[in-house]
């Protein structure tokens, strides 16, 4: 899993398992949260995001899970697919700005044919 | 739409050498971002404009970096003189609203020989 300030760490499965990528947030006061996905070469791009109304939420073939209790977020990826294979950024709204992201230091994904 | 456009796309430069990263956002956006990202420190925030008035740039690691905004349509991140430690991809971003997602360019990878 990841967690904001540890190295990157690695996931690998098989093509066709589901990935769940763990994240542990440091600040209470976050309220929003996000997903990125980032494939070698390019910018991050938007997976998905929650608020901390939420403790769910679902999108195609991804969910994401909020435990505000242990300030623990994680992102599953269903029949996880070659193309799913990049580094996955968890960020949240530091501290309830309605701006400033922190980003985790990613986890690298990589998927088995 | 052709989303975050940032140009060059690689940019090799020697030491006290100055630097020019651009960047346009998405048209409509009014807020934009330049972010650094390295291996070490992960994705931090450089600077944050808002209908082109630079709010936060206390993520500007010092007088070297400058950036600016003469228009929602076009921005800049200027390194001088620049040094080897600023080697790293830097990316740009923008969003349309306070709570809005926000879209990366591809990102300038620079090196700083």
């Known amino acids: 899993g990841e967690s904001v300030g540890l190295h990157l760490p690695t996931l690998s499965v098989q093509e066709g398992d589901n990935s769940i990528i763990n994240c542990a947030y440091s600040?209470?006061?976050?309220?929003?949260f996000i997903w990125y996905k980032q494939e070698s070469g390019k910018g991050p791009q938007f997976i998905i995001d929650?608020?901390?109304?939420?403790d769910k939420r679902q999108g195609q073939r991804v969910t994401v899970l909020l435990n505000k209790t242990v300030k623990h977020l994680s992102l599953q990826i269903a029949a996880t697919q070659p193309g799913d294979s990049a580094v996955y950024f968890c960020?949240?709204?530091?501290?309830?700005?309605?701006?400033?992201?922190?980003f985790g230091k990613g986890t690298l994904l990589t998927v088995n044919p | 739409d052709a989303g975050v456009i940032q140009s060059p796309r690689h940019e090799v430069t020697e030491m006290g050498q100055e630097v020019t990263l651009r960047c346009k956002p998405i048209?409509?956006?009014?807020?934009l971002f330049w972010y650094r990202q390295t291996m070490m420190r992960g994705l931090e925030l450089l600077i944050y404009?808002?209908?082109?008035?630079?709010?936060?740039d206390s993520g500007m690691p010092e007088d070297r970096f400058s950036a600016k905004m003469p228009n929602a349509s076009f921005s800049t991140l200027k390194i001088q003189p620049s040094e080897p430690r600023d080697s790293a991809v830097y990316f740009c971003?923008?969003?349309?609203?306070?709570?809005?997602?926000?879209?990366f360019g591809s990102g300038t990878q620079l090196s700083v020989l």
């Open positions: 971003a923008s969003r349309g609203s306070a709570n809005e997602k926000l879209f």
């Open positions: 600040n209470s006061a976050s309220d929003y």
């Open positions: 929650i608020r901390s109304n939420m």
């Open positions: 960020a949240e709204n530091s501290g309830g700005s309605n701006y400033k992201l922190t």
């Open positions: 048209s409509g956006h009014n807020s």
């Open positions: 404009f808002n209908n082109n008035v630079p709010i936060d």
